[in-house]
């Protein structure tokens, strides 16, 4: 039997997503709850990685397994072998030809800054900080630029393993509610560090130390050099993956989570 799961969690306490030898990540500790809980070892794959820090309101994997159980055990049961900072949302059972990551045609991701000249105590870890006054109107003129299809490698990590910089960026949203500056970006999949170097160098244009048509210099350039450094993890939140209907996976009100954070 294929599982599916919806899973989400708070990455301040984890080496990333993908597993790693000495067990720290998120994938390594949800493995060991849902091999307890099936009596025989288990393992999963992830519609993507996330870096160390990075939080997911949905991250979606599947894993296969003989164990009969209710669709109960793999939620409230897995949630009960699993520390506080994780939590399974849902379990769906899907045929073999499912595949968390190949059957994906969209991710999107939050990015929540927090622009004042003092750091929060309250959103430390949750939330970026940036001291400087942001220009949003200058951040938004830069962010038009990058839609679309484009090669993406000023964006990407020395690290990437993505075979091609090529990516559809499909939504790139930035907006303020009160001291938070609240950054929606979608695309068919990202490259590693895209979407925080894309934070970074609109950060710069909000400051004032490039202006907007800058961006399309960079995004023309290919050199991740020239860019921005890439920002802190702590703001970043993978809020959803997007599946076809046919697979019928739930589907969870993940903005009323964030709206809390704000």
Same mark, same amino acid.
């Given at each position: 039997?294929?599982? /599916?799961?919806?899973?989400? %969690? ?27 809980? !099936?009596?025989?070892?288990? !393992? ?12 997911? *309101?949905?991250?979606? /994997? ?12 793999? @939620?409230?049961?897995?949630? /009960? ?5 994780? /939590? ?33 105590? @309250? ?10 006054? *942001? ?5 938004? !003129?830069?962010?038009?630029?990058? *839609? ?33 500056? @609240? ?14 170097? @894309?934070?970074?160098?609109?950060? %710069? ?31 970043? %939140? ?25």
């Amino acid at each position: 039997m294929r599982i /599916a799961l919806g899973v989400e %969690y708070d990455g301040r306490k984890y080496c990333g997503w993908q597993s790693q030898p000495d067990g720290c990540t998120v994938q390594d500790t949800l493995q060991r709850a849902l091999s307890q809980i !099936a009596d025989e070892p288990v !393992a999963i794959l992830a519609a993507g990685r996330t870096d160390t820090g990075v939080h997911a *309101l949905e991250q979606v /994997a599947h894993f296969d397994t003989r164990a009969e159980r209710p669709l109960s055990a793999w @939620i409230r049961g897995v949630n /009960a072998a699993l520390p506080d900072s994780i /939590a399974v949302r849902w379990a769906h059972p899907v045929p073999d030809e499912f595949h968390a990551r190949f059957s994906a045609h969209g991710r999107s991701y939050r990015y929540l800054l927090i622009n004042r000249p003092v750091r929060s105590a @309250i959103h430390a870890g949750k939330t970026g900080w940036f001291h400087l006054p *942001l220009d949003i109107a200058a951040m938004q !003129a830069a962010a038009q630029c990058l *839609l679309g299809e484009h090669d993406f490698s000023a964006f990407r990590a020395s690290e990437c393993q993505a075979k091609s910089p090529i990516r559809n960026l499909r939504q790139l949203e930035i907006r303020r509610e009160g001291e938070m500056l @609240i950054f929606d970006l979608s695309a068919d999949a990202f490259l590693h560090h895209m979407v925080r170097n @894309i934070v970074g160098c609109l950060v %710069y244009v909000g400051k004032g130390k490039h202006p907007p048509e800058w961006l399309a210099e960079i995004l023309d350039g290919r050199e991740r050099r020239l860019a921005a450094p890439t920002f802190a993890p702590d703001g970043l %939140y993978l809020r959803r993956i997007q599946y076809e209907a046919k697979w019928g996976l739930p589907q969870m009100d993940n903005e009323t989570i964030l709206g809390e954070l704000l």
